[in-house]
């Protein structure tokens, strides 16, 4: 997927530019319950229905068992992708959890389809790097996508990612992972 000439080159922003905004866990719940309104005000984000679909609910459900059980992990998990003054959250994204014993974390990412094929995804990718770099204990950042999804194949090209083997997710079904060294350049503002 990269040649070594992608694994050194500097990260460069997207012309599109995405802030990446934590979603508490009280905003969480309100989207679990489907209560966008609740969950806009609570995160002070302007929310679309796509917040609320069942996949959503079950990573909501998924990052709130995962924060009650160890709630030093909310700082890695959910985060909205914002643009705009306005708060408009067109995805989520975050990392699967802190870094593991060597230093490996995960990222995961979505937006909404009214957002799509606009380079929200390729930002938001930037932004996961950028703060994985600045993680002193972070090493190596993971991409796990299944092989059908030609967009996420499509975002993580150019930027360095090495196929390093496959796996069996009981959610998404066989994956290939993808992984990039944390520290290979941080873009310019």
Same mark, same amino acid.
């Given at each position: 997927?990269?040649?070594?000439?992608?694994?050194?080159?500097?990260?460069?922003?997207?012309?599109?530019?995405?802030?990446?905004?934590?979603?508490?866990?009280?905003?969480?719940?309100?989207?679990?319950?489907?209560?966008?309104?609740?969950?806009?005000?609570?995160?002070?984000?302007?929310?679309?229905?796509?917040?609320?679909?069942?996949?959503?609910?079950?990573?909501?459900?998924?990052?709130?068992?995962?924060?009650?059980?160890?709630?030093?992990?909310?700082?890695?998990?959910?985060?909205?992708?914002?643009?705009?003054?306005?708060?408009?959250?067109? &995805?989520? @994204?975050?990392?699967?959890?802190?870094?593991?014993?060597? /230093?490996? *974390? %995960? #990222? $995961?990412?979505?937006?909404?389809?009214?957002?799509?094929?606009?380079?929200?995804?390729?930002?938001?990718?930037?932004?996961?790097?950028?703060?994985?770099?600045?993680?002193?204990?972070?090493?190596?950042?993971?991409?796990?996508?299944?092989? &059908?999804? @030609?967009?996420?194949?499509?975002?993580?090209?150019?930027? /360095?990612? *090495? %196929? #390093? $083997?496959?796996?069996?997710d009981d959610e998404d079904g066989?994956?290939?992972?993808?992984?990039?060294?944390?520290?290979?350049?941080?873009?310019?503002?």
């Amino acid at each position: 997927m990269a040649d070594e000439s992608d694994r050194r080159r500097p990260l460069t922003r997207s012309p599109k530019r995405v802030r990446l905004v934590e979603l508490s866990g009280e905003a969480m719940s309100a989207l679990l319950d489907g209560d966008l309104s609740r969950a806009g005000r609570t995160a002070g984000l302007s929310l679309t229905e796509y917040f609320v679909t069942d996949s959503a609910r079950w990573l909501w459900r998924y990052r709130l068992a995962q924060m009650a059980a160890d709630p030093e992990r909310a700082r890695w998990m959910v985060r909205q992708a914002v643009v705009g003054d306005g708060g408009l959250a067109v &995805g989520h @994204a975050g990392f699967h959890g802190p870094p593991d014993e060597a /230093g490996m *974390v %995960e #990222v $995961g990412y979505s937006v909404a389809p009214e957002f799509r094929r606009r380079g929200y995804a390729r930002a938001t990718l930037v932004e996961l790097l950028c703060r994985a770099a600045a993680e002193p204990t972070v090493t190596t950042v993971r991409a796990a996508i299944s092989p &059908g999804n @030609a967009a996420s194949l499509a975002t993580v090209s150019g930027f /360095g990612f *090495v %196929e #390093v $083997g496959e796996q069996w997710d009981d959610e998404d079904g066989r994956e290939l992972v993808f992984e990039v060294p944390a520290r290979r350049g941080v873009p310019a503002e």
